[in-house]
């Protein structure tokens, strides 16, 4: 067995080769502690993994888009596509191969935006947004969308609080941080690095 320590990890744009996973920058890693990889294990494809991508899909296929900076502890899951064949609203929940157009109900891409954080064991489900600069607490089930810079927590996970006053958030996102070019953000860093609002918007027009 190959040895794991907390200190392995994987930088996602150098592992991931699935043609429906889209990643952003070459920032975003994925703890790998204990298990095969993030897709051996954190992605769960019922349709659209490399061991069937050479078949015909009966059904568009669920796209996971990840940000630039995302922070994944080890032993998450994010559950895509396929998976979506037992129908709540009908009688049975069973999913019978005659029927298993009839039964899917697509949930939609699933995006996790720039400077997000899923804690370990966190279950992110299909079709959901996790914004940026979010935080998924340690075991959590997220089911709906997660506010940017939010921390949310729990099995549905519910939001505990924000990380940050509603203006500052505001702030945060209008400057679209994760799209400045290399040379501006780490020339930046130290301030994004602390809480001094008013200190980085000084470091910004300075930088300009």
């Known amino acids: 067995m190959t040895k794991k320590h907390w200190s392995k990890f994987q930088l996602l744009h150098e ?43 009966n059904w568009h296929i ?71 600069g979010a935080i998924v607490a340690a075991n959590s089930v997220v089911t709906k969308d997660v506010a940017p810079y939010s921390v949310v927590a729990g099995s549905p996970a519910k939001r505990i609080k924000y990380r940050f006053e509603p203006e500052i958030i505001d702030e ?5 941080i994760y799209s400045w070019p290399q040379t501006k953000f780490d020339a930046l860093k130290h301030h994004l690095c602390g809480d001094d609002i008013d200190a980085l918007r000084q470091a910004i027009l300075t930088y300009a």
């Not at 592992?15 to 920032?27: C, D, F, P």
């Not at 897709?39 to 050479?54: H, K, P, Q």
Request: glycine share 12%.
């Open 15 to 57: 592992v991931v080769r699935n043609k429906n996973i889209h990643i952003k920058g070459t920032h975003s890693y994925y703890s790998d502690c204990w298990d095969n990889g993030f897709e051996e294990s954190v992605i769960r494809y019922l349709c659209g993994d490399r061991e069937g991508e050479n078949r015909e899909p």
């Open 172 to 176: 945060l996102m209008s400057l679209d």
């Open 62 to 132: 669920d796209q996971l888009h990840i940000g630039d900076y995302v922070c994944i502890a080890a032993e998450v899951v994010i559950l895509m596509g396929g998976n979506h064949n037992h129908r709540a609203d009908w009688f049975c929940l069973y999913p019978f191969m005659e029927f298993i157009e009839e039964s899917y109900q697509g949930k939609g891409d699933t995006h996790l935006g720039d400077g997000c954080w899923l804690g370990m064991r966190a279950m992110i489900m299909p079709g959901v947004t996790v914004g940026e």
